[in-house]
C-alpha cells in the first residue's frame, strides 16, 4: 500500500496520535541522515508516514536539521504529499496563542542553511517556481478538511522564517511585521522549497505557541506557557488531518 500522506511535526510534536500498525523506518539519502526514523502506520486505512522534525527527543536545532534528508526521505518512501506542522509565534492581530493558521506565503530570513538540492556537484540546476510557496490545490483541501472537521483555522498569512533557536527581538518583530509577515517560525524553510524542487505537494498547518516579541500584552515570553498553548493547539490537528484523509479516499 502506498504512503497516502506523510507528515512532518514540529515542537512539541514528537509522535502522531491515532497513528495505528506502526512500523519504523531507518533511511539512508543521498543528503545524510534524517532528523530520525519515519513511523511508518494507518489512520483510517490509510498509510500515513510521520517524521519528528527535531528529532523524538527534541535534540536537532532547527538551523541544523537535515531538511534535505528528511524531505527526500519521503520522496523515497513514494510518498507524493506532505503536511509541515510547525509551531509559531503570531505577529498579526487575530493569531494569538492556540490559533491554527493554513499560511500561502513565506519570507525567508534564514541563513547558512543547504535550501536545494541543486548545489550538490554535477546536478542539474533547477530554476523552480515559488510563487506560492504552498501548493495551492493542497492548501484548499486542508482548510475544507478544517471545517469539516469542525476545527476553526485562519486561511492565508505569511510565514517570516527565522534562523533560531533563540526568540527574536522586539526590533526584529517590528521589521518582520514592515515586511508583511504575520507569523515567525524557524522551520518552515527551506523544508517548503525543497518540497517544491522535488515535485511534492506541501502545505503547512502553522500552531500558534505565543505572541512575537512586542506583540499582544504578554511581556517576556515563557516557556511554560509556549508548551501550554502549543498542547493545545496540537489537540486540534488529528482531527484535521483524518478529514484530510477521508477526503482523499471519497
Not at 46 to 68: D, I, K
Not at 149 to 166: F, K, L, N, S, W
Request: proline share 5%.
Amino acid at each position: 500500500m502506498s504512503i497516502a500522506l506523510g507528515l512532518i511535526g514540529g515542537t512539541g510534536l514528537y509522535a502522531f496520535p491515532g497513528l495505528e500498525h506502526t512500523t519504523r523506518v531507518e533511511i539512508d539519502t543521498p543528503y545524510g541522515a534524517p532528523s530520525g526514523a519515519y513511523v511508518c502506520g494507518e489512520i483510517d486505512g490509510q498509510r500515513v508516514a510521520f517524521l519528528a522534525r527535531h528529532g523524538e527527543s527534541h535534540t536537532v536545532a532547527p538551523h541544523r536539521v537535515n531538511y534535505r534528508a528528511n524531505v527526500h526521505g519521503f520522496r523515497q518512501l513514494g510518498c507524493k504529499t506532505v503536511i509541515g506542522i510547525n509551531a509559531v509565534g503570531g505577529i498579526r492581530y487575530d493569531m494569538g496563542p492556540r490559533v491554527v493558521v493554513v499560511p500561502d506565503q513565506i519570507i525567508d530570513y534564514t541563513h547558512g542553511r543547504a535550501s536545494s538540492f541543486s548545489d550538490m556537484p554535477d546536478t542539474k540546476v533547477e530554476h523552480i517556481d515559488f510563487t506560492y510557496p504552498y501548493t495551492p490545490q493542497l492548501r484548499t483541501r486542508l482548510l475544507a478538511a478544517a471545517k469539516q472537521a469542525g476545527v476553526e483555522v485562519i486561511d492565508g498569512g505569511c510565514y517570516g522564517a527565522t534562523q533560531g533557536p533563540r526568540l527574536e527581538t522586539v526590533a526584529e518583530i517590528a521589521r518582520m511585521r514592515r515586511d508583511g509577515c504575520d507569523l515567525v517560525g524557524m522551520t518552515g524553510m527551506p523544508e517548503a522549497v525543497l518540497a517544491r524542487e522535488l515535485g511534492l505537494d506541501y502545505a503547512c498547518l502553522a500552531l500558534i505557541a505565543n505572541w512575537a516579541a512586542g506583540c499582544g500584552d504578554e511581556g517576556e515570553i515563557s516557556i511554560e506557557e509556549i508548551y501550554a498553548h502549543l498542547a493545545a493547539a496540537t489537540a486540534q490537528v488529528p482531527p484535521v488531518i483524518r478529514a484530510l484523509l477521508a477526503m482523499n479516499r471519497g
